[in-house]
């Protein structure tokens, strides 16, 4: 039995009824559960789980899938079915990194049809996400950088954008550490990846994957205006360790800024003075093409 939890928003849509009825009529044990509000999600979890369905397929966009990702990190691992992804929001990062289809009716067959691999997810206190952690600036660059921009320059635009951003952004100070890792400072950016994407496509941990059991971070320092190139020039090369672009790997992190800060966990607001994030390693069972590139053999 194959259960989707679809977003509310989204019910209405012909291609989303087309595609569930060209399912139903090759497997009819399909159903459908629809949400209105915050915490539907997770609740339609829960009962999905208590009555023995073997896969739910998070129908909506990024912040359905941490919905329903919170909800499946609440139950006992045995009880958890197998997770499938149908994205139909606006940016579906996770899902376009993973090679997911964006199309309902090929997203609905690989969900219904396709074989599931153990991935990881990412506890940040007691909350849980998928895909990526970020505060600071990242988020608005990324929503804010013009698509005239982001044609021109290609993956260069959220540099610049980034950096003209930052020039007029309120820096974090704080204190960092991870494995090995002890960083003091003043950042304008962080974020902690275990997929690679987020704002919309911009790459920002492109060579993380969902199943190494470790966690790609970035941290960008304050910097002054008369280094904008370097830093340029440090964002757009991820193999190098810069100045003021710090990349690195762990499997847990803990940060305490020194004022309360917003961070986004799968683009989901969340504020903290202290946050604790460990990656969970292998803990649901995601349903993605054999040609995923966010899986390491």
């Known amino acids: 039995m194959i259960r989707i939890i679809l977003n509310g928003k989204k019910a209405g849509l012909d291609e989303i009824r087309s595609a569930v009825s060209i399912l139903r009529e090759e497997k009819s044990s399909i159903e459908i559960r629809v949400t209105w509000e915050h915490g539907d999600a997770e609740r339609l979890v829960n009962e999905a789980s208590q009555e023995g369905i073997q896969r739910i397929v998070a129908a909506g966009g990024d912040g359905t899938l941490n919905e329903v990702v919170n909800g499946m990190a609440k139950l006992a691992s045995n009880k958890r079915p197998e ?3 149908m ?6 990062d996770f899902a376009t990194a993973c090679y997911i289809p964006l199309d309902p009716l090929d997203a609905l067959r690989l969900a219904v049809y396709g074989t599931t691999s153990a991935i990881d997810i990412v506890q940040a206190n007691d909350r849980y996400f998928v895909n990526i952690a970020s505060g600071g600036f990242g988020a608005q660059v990324a929503a804010d950088t013009p698509v005239q921009l982001k044609n ?6 959220y540099a610049l954008s980034a950096v003209v951003k930052a020039l007029n952004f309120t820096h974090s100070q704080g204190h960092l550490s991870a494995e090995g890792i002890e960083m003091e400072g003043s950042a304008i950016m962080g974020a902690v990846c275990n997929g690679r994407q987020a ?8 060579n993380a994957y969902i199943n190494d059991g470790l966690l790609d971070c970035l941290v960008i320092y304050t910097f002054p205006f008369t280094d904008v190139g370097q830093v340029i020039q440090e964002i757009l090369d991820p193999s190098s360790g810069g100045k003021y672009v710090k990349r690195f790997q762990t499997k847990w992190l803990e940060s305490w800024p020194k004022q309360t ?4 966990l799968d683009g989901e607001p969340y504020k903290t003075n202290h946050l604790r994030i460990d990656v969970l390693p292998a803990e649901i069972q995601l349903v993605l093409p054999k040609d995923c590139p966010c899986l390491i053999n």
């Open 261 to 264: 800060r917003s961070v986004n």
């Open 152 to 157: 021109f320059f290609g993956g260069g635009a």
């Open 87 to 92: 994205p139909l929001g606006t940016a579906n």
């Open 83 to 85: 997770l499938a992804i």
């Open 199 to 206: 704002g919309g496509g911009q790459v920002l941990a492109p």
